[in-house]
């Protein structure tokens, strides 16, 4: 019996009362734990964005002579914006829905769950 045969159930031993005590009780919290989530991955995304918009820049910048790789460099410019452009507009969404339906108040991304 290979190591990993063992080691499965005594995670999902572990793991399974952790997922359960975790569940959320309301569709309240459902929703809370849902913008949570999505503010957890915002700075992530913002960074994969901000660094696809910066290649796009260097890459204006070193091929200023070569007119396809300008292009190139033009066209991954234009998708790193409008990647910031949706991502930051998520994120507002996902703020106005939690404000409008559950009232939380506060920053997006700092005070979703109440404490």
């Known amino acids: 019996m290979t190591i990993a045969k063992k080691l499965v159930p005594l995670i999902l031993l572990i793991v399974f009362p952790i997922a359960v005590y975790a569940a959320p009780a309301t569709i309240k919290d459902l929703f809370l734990l849902i913008a949570l989530l999505f503010n957890k991955a915002i700075p992530v995304l ?12 260097s890459k204006l910048i070193l091929y200023a002579d070569n007119e396809t790789k300008r292009q190139e460099g033009i066209n991954t410019i234009i998708w790193g914006l409008v990647a910031l452009f949706v991502i930051v ?7 106005v ?5 559950f009232g939380t108040s506060g920053v997006p991304g700092f005070d979703v769950l109440p404490r």
């Open 97 to 101: 829905f939690t404000q409008t339906f």
């Open 89 to 95: 507009s998520v994120w507002g969404l996902v703020f």
């Open 46 to 57: 913002v960074a994969i964005a901000l660094l696809v918009f910066f290649w796009g820049v």
